[in-house]
């Protein structure tokens, strides 16, 4: 929720969303001539249904105040839409845009009103929205000025020509840094306790309770080699804090998370047991087993076309009578018919005698019926650890969405890791620099009372490079 302030003095209470479809009938209402001449005549539909990101200003009554949308390619045909990187770096080498961090501007409108208000609300919440963003561009004809409005968050940086008919455009552009800028991330210092406890203090108060009131002092102070505390600042006031160590428990991970998607979290050895040795040999034994396979069902054949003998007989009746002996004596029992001692003497010896003559069946039945549990195979990772952890963490909710600012930094402290884990417990509020992780599947054995988030460091890239491949 934000408050704005009319030239007249009238306030209204404010706030972004996504567009929806439902829009569409207000934000043709608040298009005008000036509208169409800096944007050119636009399909709303079709406009909406191809933007990266398109965002409504409300009211406390959910009337449409303004609305913007952005895509990553030109608004208007000044460059091909999968590459006009280069067009606009020659306008300005100090620039350095992407495709990964720069939109477009392809429409703003808005209440006349509190159009000032709404524009830089609305690219607050877009910067705030997407951490990786730093460049907004806009794309008028030179001939127009942008109008009092979006001049005051706009700056030109020259003018480049139309692909299509003879005109020039003039291209301006909006900074990350004037709406809602990176933090600035340094090591920590005893001297910024004062700031953070208050950010601690809003969120939990069990830290202090258990380890002191100056838990925090104290833990800035042991810094070591393994150990690192380091802050987010604006404006020289610490608004941040993480607790970072490179000493982690890869043991008990490995015991209680399927960390097999990222080798264990550890660096590659050449000792390494990655498959079961079963699993090894299952190719090899396949042919063996149809062979077998193949000759026992000869033999059952041979066997049952076998004549059967009149002593074979006889043994057969005797069993069956002694099975029909001991169902009666059973279900007598079960009805509580059976009083007289003789009666248990013969459920007895008719019992022992059927189990002796059919020990070994009832031992192989008993073997199908009750299957023994399958060990699952787990990997065995001897190569040095590549994560360090995340020890302790808070920031204030103003600069939430900015958390992974800290990332940079932390894996700048250790350059020989890889990977950054942090654990939680299993009721913990999803927060914005946990979106970041991979949560780790937990074995099914894990007495672990808590979840595993895991960061690799190539989730720091910013830009990639596609070409064709090669031998």
Not at 55 to 64: A, H, Y
Not at 127 to 134: G, I, N, R, S, T
Not at 253 to 260: K, M, S
Request: charged share 25%; hydrophobic share 40%; with cysteine.
């Amino acid at each position: 929720m934000s408050v704005l302030t009319s030239p007249r003095g009238k306030v209204e209470v404010v706030h972004c969303r996504r567009t929806e479809s439902q829009d569409i009938y207000c934000i043709k209402s608040l298009i005008r001539k000036f509208t169409c001449k800096l944007f050119g005549k636009l399909n709303i539909i079709y406009l909406l249904e191809k933007a990266n990101l398109a965002v409504t200003l409300c009211n406390d009554k959910e009337e449409i105040m303004a609305q913007a949308t952005f895509l990553d390619y030109p608004n208007w045909n000044v460059a091909k839409q999968d590459d006009w990187v280069s067009v606009f770096r020659e306008l300005d080498s100090d620039i350095a845009c992407t495709p990964l961090n720069t939109l477009f501007m392809h429409l703003f409108v808005a209440v006349d009103e509190y159009s000032v208000g709404c524009c830089k609300e609305i690219l607050r919440t877009v910067y705030k929205a997407v951490p990786e963003l730093h460049f907004v561009f806009l794309i008028v004809p030179s001939y127009m000025s942008l109008g009092s409005t979006l001049i005051t968050v706009f700056d030109q940086v020259g003018n480049i020509p139309c692909l299509t008919y003879e005109e020039d455009f003039a291209v301006h552009i909006c900074h990350r840094h004037s709406h809602y800028p990176q933090l600035h991330v340094r090591k920590a210092r005893v001297e910024d306790h004062d700031d953070l406890m208050p950010i601690f203090m809003r969120y939990d108060t069990i830290l202090k309770e258990t380890y002191g009131e100056y838990f925090l002092a104290e833990l800035i102070e042991a810094q070591d080699e393994e150990n690192h505390a380091v802050v987010c600042e604006v404006e020289g006031t610490a608004v941040g804090f993480m607790s970072v160590c490179s000493r982690v428990n890869m043991q008990l991970l490995h015991e209680c998370f399927d960390l097999g998607p990222f080798h264990g979290l550890c660096f590659p050895h050449p000792d390494d047991v990655l498959e079961s040795p079963q699993e090894l040999s299952v190719q090899r034994s396949q042919d063996a087993e149809l062979r077998s396979s193949n000759q026992g069902s000869q033999k059952i054949v041979e066997e049952s076309q076998e004549p059967v003998f009149p002593d074979t007989m006889e043994n057969i009746q005797e069993n069956i009578a002694k099975e029909a002996a001991s169902e009666e004596a059973l279900t007598a029992v079960q009805s509580g018919n059976v009083s007289e001692p003789e009666d248990i003497e013969k459920l007895s010896d008719v019992s022992t005698g059927y189990a002796q003559d059919h020990h070994v069946s009832s031992r192989s039945l008993a073997s199908l019926l009750l299957p023994e549990e399958p060990v699952h195979f787990r990997p065995i990772y001897r190569g040095a650890s590549a994560a360090f952890c995340i020890q302790l963490f808070c920031i204030d909710e103003k600069y939430e969405a900015r958390s992974l600012d800290f990332m940079n930094f932390v894996f700048s402290l250790f350059s020989d890791k890889n990977f950054c884990v942090i654990s939680l417990p299993h009721l913990t509020p999803e927060f914005i620099l946990i979106q970041n992780f991979v949560k780790m599947v937990p074995f099914s054995t894990c007495t672990l009372e808590q979840d595993l988030y895991v960061f690799h460091r190539a989730g720091l890239l910013k830009n990639v490079c596609l070409g064709r491949s090669s031998q």
